[in-house]
């Protein structure tokens, strides 16, 4: 799944099979569940919107993930729930799947500039976080305020980033 502004496309082996209007918002960036079943849009309006795929087709839904500070700049769907969404003003939240309660607010704020990408580990227990601030951060759910920074990791800021294992960023 990948956004293009006013769209959303949904891709399966190397082709669209899907192409799906935003409505109300910029469409900013693109996560899918591990089951297929949804994907998280992230919007230039300070929140990011549940997509439900079915039959290799997109429908937007009311679900609204909201009340962030800053245009959504990144999501990511763990493995086993959680979904995380960070934003251009330095804050990573994280909300259940099944209740689209947020559950940490106002605690992952130690970019220094907007967070570029998210990428949780294999079995879900990190989630790490890149910035325009030269940082990776890895984040643990499990102790909130736990976290490990690499910082200075790229000179130019950093901007993506991906695990091998759990042991292996």
Do not use: M
């Not at 999501?75 to 909300?95: C, F, H, N, Q, R």
């Not at 947020?102 to 990190?126: A, D, E, M, Y």
Request: aromatic fraction near 8%.
């Amino acid at each position: 799944v990948t956004c293009t502004g006013e769209y959303v496309l949904l891709a399966r082996d190397g082709r669209i099979v899907d192409t799906c209007k935003v409505n109300g918002f910029e469409a900013t960036c693109a996560a899918i569940s591990e089951d297929g079943s949804e994907c998280c849009v992230g919007g230039g309006d300070k929140a990011a919107r549940i997509f439900k795929i079915s039959n290799d087709k997109l429908q937007q839904t009311d679900i609204k993930l909201d009340q962030l500070q800053g245009k959504v700049t990144a999501v990511a769907y763990s493995p086993d729930g959680p979904i995380a969404v960070g934003d251009a003003v330095k804050e990573i939240t994280l909300w259940d799947r099944s209740s689209r309660e947020c559950i940490i607010r106002n605690k992952w704020v130690f970019h220094t500039s907007s967070v570029t990408s998210l990428q949780w580990s294999p079995s879900g227990k990190f989630l790490a976080s890149s910035g325009l601030d030269r940082q990776i951060i890895i984040w643990n759910p499990a102790k909130k305020l736990k976290k490990t920074r690499i910082q200075d990791a790229h000179a130019l800021g950093v901007f993506s980033v991906a695990w091998l294992d759990d042991k292996v960023l």
